[in-house]
C-alpha cells in the first residue's frame, strides 16, 4: 500500500517534471525541472532496492552533469527561446513516429504485464558491497575501459571548449 | 506492492517526453537535457528489471550509463560552446550548413 | 554422279570482282587509262574463260550434263545445308556467253562514253561488281546462290542508277528500282521457303528430281503457289506488270548501264529464273497461264506509251519493257526455248539500240529530246547505219535476227496445245506492229529531216509531260519524257551546236553488235523456213528431260501421225510469218508517213484524240496511282505512327524519362540531407519506432 502511494506520488513528480522541461521555453528552468525529475528518480530506485545508484543518480547525474549543464546555460548566457521555422519533417514524421512507438510499448508492456509479476519493497535489495563485488569482478573490463573513456572525454571537452587564438 | 509494469511504463512515458522535447525544442542545451531525460528512463528500465530478474547486472548496467553520459555531456557541452563562438546562436535551425 | 573435268567455273565470275576490288580500292589513284585497262582486262578475261569453257562443253558427255562443280558447304543449318557450287548446262551456256560477250562489249564502249565523266573508276568497279553478281545468278547451282546474284545485280543497278548521284532524279530513280526490286525479292524468298520446306533442299537438280514425279496441278495447290510466287519475283527484276514501274526511271542512269543493266542481262535474269524453273511451271498450269498473260499485257502496255514518248532512252527503254513481256509471254506458253531465243537476241539489238542512242546523245553534246533531233544521217553515219540495223532487227524485219526470235515465240502463242491461244498471238501481233511503229518513228525523228534545234524559251513549248502531281511528299520521284539540254551530265561542255561522231572506241562496240543483231538469228531458223533450229535443239535436253508432260514439238520427227499435219503446220507456222512481217512493214509504214512526209500529222492526231494522248503519254498514271495508294499511305504511316508515336513518343520518351525520373527520384530523396538536426531527429524517431515494432513482431513469434 505504501508501496504503491510513494510509486504514484513519485512518478507524478517525474512525469510532471518532465512535461516541465517539455513546456518551459527558458533553458533554465528546463534544466532544474530536469533535476527535479533526476531526483524523483532516485527516489523510485531506493524503493526498487538500488540503493547505490541512487545516490549515484544525485551525486553524479544530478549534481554534476546537471550542474555542468547551468554552468553552460549561464556561460552561454542563453536567453528564451526565439521562435524559427521548425522542420515539418520532425513533427509530421517524428511526432507520430514517437507515438507509435509509445503505443507498441504500452502494448508490450500490457500484454505481458501479468507475467512480469509484482516488484516488493524490500524483495530485491542490493548492497553496495555486493554491487562492488559484481563490478570488480564480471565487469572489471567495462569497467577500465570506462575510464578510458572518461579520461577521453576530459581531454576532448578540453580541447573543444578551447578558445581559438 | 507495485506491479511492474507500472514501472516500465513511467519509463516509457520518460522516454516518450525525451523524444517529443527532443523534436520540439529549438535550444539545443534543452535538446541535449531531452537527451538525459531519455538515458534516464532507460535506466529506471534498467533498475526495475534487475529487481524483476533478481540480478546485480541491472544495476551495473545502470551505473555503466550513467558514466557514458556524463561523458557524453562533458563532450557535448564543449561542441556546444564551440558551436556557439562561431555560430553566436543556440538555435539549432540555424545550424544548418550542412544543407544540400 | 559427275566424272567430268573440274572447268574452275569459279574462275569466271571471280575475274570481275578482283577487277571491281582493284577498281575500288585503288582506282581514285590510278590514271584513267589505268582504270579502264584493269576493267577491260578481268572482263575480257571472264569472256575469254567462257569462250573455253564453252569449247570444252561441245566434248562433255551427254551424261555429265548438267555439269555441276561444289567448291564448299556456305550454309550448314540441320537438314537444310547449301553449297557454294556452279551448274553447267546448255541454257547457262548460252547466258554465260550472252553476260560475258555483251558485257565485254559495253565495258570497251563505256571507256569512250565516260571518257570525260567524274567518277570514272567508281563506274568501272561497280560494272564488274555487276558481272560477277550477273555471272554469279548465272551459274549458280541452287536458288539461294542465284538469289545472291539476284540480290546482287539489283545493287549494282542502284549503284549504277544512281550514279550522277548529286543528281536529285537520279538518286530517286535508284531507290526506286531497288525498292521495287524488293518487293518481288519477297515473293522471290516466299517462294524459295516453300520450296525449302517441301524439298528440303534449294540445290536445282535435287528440287527438279523432286518435281518430276509429281503430278500435274490443275488447282491452286503447292506447285502453282510457289511458281505464282517466283513469277511475281521475276516480275520485279524483268520489269513486268506490275512491277515495271522502275525502268523507265532507271534510264537517269549512264547509256552504258542502261544497255547492260536494264536491257540485255539483269532484267532478262527474271525470264532465265522462270526458264531455269520450267520443270515447276510446267507442273502448274495455272501459273504458266498467268506469266503468259502478263507478259502478253505488259508486252501491248508497254508498246503504247512507248508510242508517245519524246526522250530517246524512254522509247527504248518501254520497249524493252515490251520485249521482255514477249519473253514471258514465251515461257508462258511453255517455249521457253524460244524465250531464250529472243532473250539472247534481244540482247545484241537492245543493247546496241542503247549504245547507238548514247552515241547519238553524245555526239549531240547530251540532247536526249527527238523532238530536238532530226537529220543527223549525214553527220553521225555510222552510228546510224548500226542503229538502222537494230530498228530493222527489233521490228522483225527477216533475215535480221528478231524476225526468227520474235516470230518463233508468236508461232508458239498460237498453236501450241496445251498452253497457247490466239488471243495471246493477236495480243503479241498488234504489239510487233506497235513496236515497228515506235522504233521507226524514233529512226524517223532522229536520222531524218531538218535538224530542230531546241528553243531557248523550251520550257514554255507544251511538251505534253507531266511531273509528279501535287505535292505529294514523295521520296521516290518518277520522270515524263522531258530532257532539255542540258539533261546527260557532263555532256554540255561538248557545246550544243556541233554535232559529231562518237570515237572508235565507241563505234566499234557498235559494229560488233550490229553483226550480231544481224547473223545471230540464224541459229534458230525454224524447219518451216528451212532451217534446223539448232538453237531448240541444243536447248532441248533441259527443256524436255526435266519436265514430264511432253508437248507437241515439230522439230522431233517422233510419231508417224505428225507427218501428216506436219505439212499442214507448216503451211500455218508460214502464213503467220508472213502476217508479222506484214504489220512489221505496216508499222514501217505508217512511221514514215507520220515522221517523214508530213510532219504535222502526228500533232493534228494528238490534237484529236486528246484523252488518249495525254492517258499513253502520262503513262496512264500509274505511278500517281502507286503513289497513292501505296507509298503515300506507307510514309504517312511512318511518320505518324513510327516515326513521331513509337519512336519519339515510345523509345525516346522511355529513354528519357528513365533520366527524367531518376533526376526527379533523387530529388525527392535529397530532401532527406536538410542539415536541419531537428528532421534527422524526427527520422530517428520514425526508424526507432519501426525497429521497436519489428521487435516486438520478432518477438511475439
Given at each position: ?165 | ?100 | ?101 555483251v558485257?565485254?562489249v559495253i565495258?570497251?564502249y563505256s ?143 549512264p547509256t552504258p548501264v542502261s544497255a547492260l543493266i536494264h536491257a540485255a ?51 527504248l ?33 537492245k543493247a546496241l539500240l542503247f549504245l547507238a542512242a548514247g ?150 562496240p557498235?559494229?560488233?553488235l ?188
Amino acid at each position: 500500500m505504501l508501496h504503491q502511494v510513494l510509486f504514484i506520488i513519485f512518478g507524478v513528480v517525474c512525469v510532471a517534471g518532465a512535461l516541465n522541461l517539455l513546456l518551459q521555453r527558458h533553458p533554465i528552468n528546463s534544466a532544474l525541472s530536469l533535476i527535479v525529475v533526476m531526483g524523483a528518480l532516485a527516489l523510485l530506485f531506493l524503493l526498487l532496492g538500488a540503493e547505490f545508484v541512487a545516490a549515484v543518480q544525485v551525486i553524479v547525474y544530478a549534481g554534476a552533469v546537471m550542474v555542468l549543464f547551468v554552468f553552460v546555460i549561464m556561460l552561454l548566457n542563453a536567453g528564451v527561446e526565439e521562435h524559427t521555422r521548425g522542420s515539418r519533417v520532425a513533427i509530421f514524421l517524428g511526432i507520430p513516429g514517437l507515438i507509435a512507438f509509445f503505443i507498441f510499448m504500452c502494448w508490450a508492456i500490457g500484454s505481458n504485464g501479468s507475467a512480469l509479476g509484482q516488484a516488493r519493497i524490500g524483495s530485491f535489495y542490493v548492497p553496495t558491497q555486493e554491487l562492488g563485488i559484481a563490478l570488480f569482478r564480471e565487469f572489471l573490463l567495462p569497467f577500465e575501459v570506462t575510464s578510458v573513456l572518461i579520461l577521453i572525454a576530459i581531454m576532448g571537452a578540453v580541447v573543444l571548449a578551447r578558445r581559438e587564438r | 506492492m507495485v506491479p511492474l509494469s507500472w514501472y516500465l511504463t513511467l519509463g516509457a512515458i520518460l522516454f516518450a517526453i525525451g523524444v517529443a522535447a527532443f523534436l520540439v525544442k529549438r535550444n539545443i542545451i534543452t535538446i541535449f537535457m531531452s537527451i538525459e531525460l531519455m538515458l534516464n528512463a532507460v535506466n529506471l528500465t534498467f533498475v526495475a528489471f534487475a529487481n524483476h530478474w533478481h540480478q546485480v547486472s541491472g544495476q551495473v548496467f545502470v551505473f555503466f550509463v550513467m558514466v557514458v553520459a556524463a561523458a557524453e555531456a562533458a563532450v557535448g557541452l564543449a561542441i556546444i560552446i564551440a558551436v556557439f563562438r562561431t555560430r553566436e546562436t543556440l538555435n539549432v535551425d540555424q545550424v544548418n550548413l550542412l544543407k544540400l | 554422279m559427275n566424272p567430268s573435268p573440274n572447268f574452275n567455273l569459279w574462275l569466271i565470275p571471280i575475274l570481275p570482282l578482283i577487277g571491281s576490288a582493284i577498281n575500288g580500292i585503288f582506282g581514285k589513284r590510278f590514271a584513267r587509262s589505268l582504270v579502264a585497262t584493269v576493267a577491260l582486262v578481268f572482263s575480257g578475261a571472264a569472256f575469254g574463260y567462257a569462250l573455253w569453257v564453252t569449247a570444252q562443253f561441245s566434248s562433255l558427255p551427254q551424261a555429265s550434263i548438267p555439269h555441276i562443280e561444289r567448291l564448299f558447304v556456305w550454309i550448314q543449318a540441320g537438314n537444310f545445308s547449301v553449297d557454294y557450287g556452279f551448274y553447267l548446262d546448255q541454257l547457262s551456256l548460252v547466258m554465260l556467253l550472252v553476260v560475258t560477250g555483251v558485257g565485254f562489249v559495253i565495258h570497251i564502249y563505256s571507256v569512250g562514253y565516260m571518257a570525260e565523266e567524274g567518277g570514272y573508276y567508281r563506274f568501272f568497279s561497280y560494272l564488274n561488281l555487276f558481272l560477277f553478281f550477273m555471272l554469279t545468278l548465272v551459274l549458280a547451282h541452287s536458288y539461294l546462290l542465284m538469289f545472291v546474284g539476284w540480290e546482287g545485280v539489283g545493287l549494282a543497278s542502284y549503284l549504277l542508277i544512281g550514279f550522277f548521284f548529286l543528281k536529285q532524279s537520279a538518286a530517286q530513280a535508284g531507290k526506286k528500282a531497288f525498292i521495287t526490286n524488293r518487293v518481288g525479292d519477297f515473293a522471290f524468298l516466299l517462294g524459295m521457303f516453300l520450296l525449302i520446306r517441301q524439298f528440303g533442299t534449294l540445290d536445282y537438280d535435287k528440287v527438279f528430281r523432286g518435281i518430276a514425279p509429281m503430278p500435274v496441278e490443275h488447282s491452286l495447290g503447292f506447285l502453282t503457289i510457289t511458281a505464282l510466287l517466283m513469277m511475281f519475283g521475276a516480275c520485279g527484276k524483268s520489269a513486268q506488270i506490275p512491277l515495271y514501274v522502275w525502268l523507265p526511271d532507271a534510264m537517269e542512269g549512264p547509256t552504258p548501264v542502261s544497255a547492260l543493266i536494264h536491257a540485255a542481262t539483269m532484267v532478262t535474269a527474271g525470264v532465265y529464273m522462270i526458264a531455269r524453273s520450267n520443270s515447276l511451271f510446267m507442273h502448274a498450269p495455272i501459273a504458266m497461264g498467268v506469266v503468259a498473260v502478263i507478259g502478253a499485257l505488259t508486252a501491248i502496255f508497254a508498246a503504247s506509251i512507248g508510242l508517245v514518248q519524246n526522250d530517246i532512252k524512254r522509247v527504248l527503254a518501254y520497249s524493252t519493257v515490251s520485249q521482255l513481256g514477249y519473253m514471258f509471254l514465251a515461257c508462258g506458253v511453255a517455249a521457253f526455248s524460244a524465250g531464250i531465243f529472243h532473250l539472247m537476241t534481244h540482247a545484241f539489238f537492245k543493247a546496241l539500240l542503247f549504245l547507238a542512242a548514247g552515241s547519238v546523245i553524245h555526239g549531240l553534246g547530251g540532247e536526249q529530246d527527238m523532238r530536238h533531233m532530226g537529220g543527223l544521217r549525214k553527220l553521225i553515219p555510222w552510228t546510224f547505219w548500226t542503229m538502222t540495223v537494230a530498228t530493222f532487227a527489233i521490228s522483225g524485219f527477216p533475215p535480221l535476227s528478231g524476225f526468227f526470235s520474235k516470230d518463233e515465240i508468236l508461232w508458239k502463242a498460237f498453236s501450241d496445245a496445251q498452253h497457247g491461244s490466239w488471243i495471246l498471238w493477236l495480243v503479241g501481233l498488234i504489239t510487233a506492229g506497235m513496236t515497228s511503229f515506235y522504233m521507226f518513228r524514233l529512226w524517223f525523228m532522229t536520222f531524218f529531216g531538218e535538224r530542230r534545234q531546241p528553243l531557248h524559251d523550251a520550257h514554255q513549248e507544251p511538251t505534253g509531260a507531266v511531273h509528279a502531281p501535287g505535292a505529294a511528299p514523295a521520296d521516290v520521284g518518277h520522270q515524263s519524257g522531258v530532257a532539255h539540254s542540258t539533261a546527260a551530265p557532263g555532256h554540255s561542255a561538248h557545246g550544243g551546236g556541233h554535232v559529231h561522231e562518237s570515237p572508235w572506241i565507241m563505234l566499234g562496240p557498235l559494229v560488233v553488235l550490229a553483226i550480231g543483231a544481224f547473223v545471230m538469228g540464224w541459229v534458230g531458223i525454224p524447219q518451216a523456213l528451212g532451217g534446223h533450229n539448232n538453237f531448240d535443239q541444243f536447248l532441248s535436253p533441259v527443256f524436255h528431260t526435266s519436265s514430264e508432260p511432253a508437248r507437241a514439238v515439230e522439230n522431233f520427227p517422233a510419231e508417224p501421225q505428225k507427218t501428216e499435219n506436219a505439212g499442214e503446220e507448216r503451211g500455218l507456222e508460214l502464213t503467220l510469218a508472213g502476217t508479222s512481217v506484214g504489220v512489221a512493214v505496216l508499222g514501217f509504214l505508217l512511221a514514215w508517213q507520220f515522221y517523214y512526209r508530213r510532219p504535222e500529222l502526228p500533232q493534228r492526231i494528238a490534237a484529236s484524240m486528246s484523252g488518249a494522248y495525254r492517258t499513253l503519254i502520262n503513262k496512264y498514271w500509274v505511278d500517281e496511282a502507286y503513289y497513292a495508294a501505296l507509298i503515300n499511305p506507307i510514309v504517312d504511316g511512318s511518320r505518324t505512327v513510327l516515326w513521331r508515336g513509337v519512336d519519339v513518343g515510345v523509345i525516346d520518351a522511355l529513354v528519357n524519362g528513365a533520366g527524367t525520373t531518376s533526376k526527379e527520384a533523387s530529388g525527392v530523396t535529397r530532401r532527406m540531407q536538410s542539415g536541419s538536426i531537428r528532421s534527422y531527429a524526427g527520422w530517428v524517431a520514425l526508424g526507432a519506432a519501426c525497429v521497436v515494432a519489428f521487435m516486438i513482431y520478432a518477438g511475439t513469434r
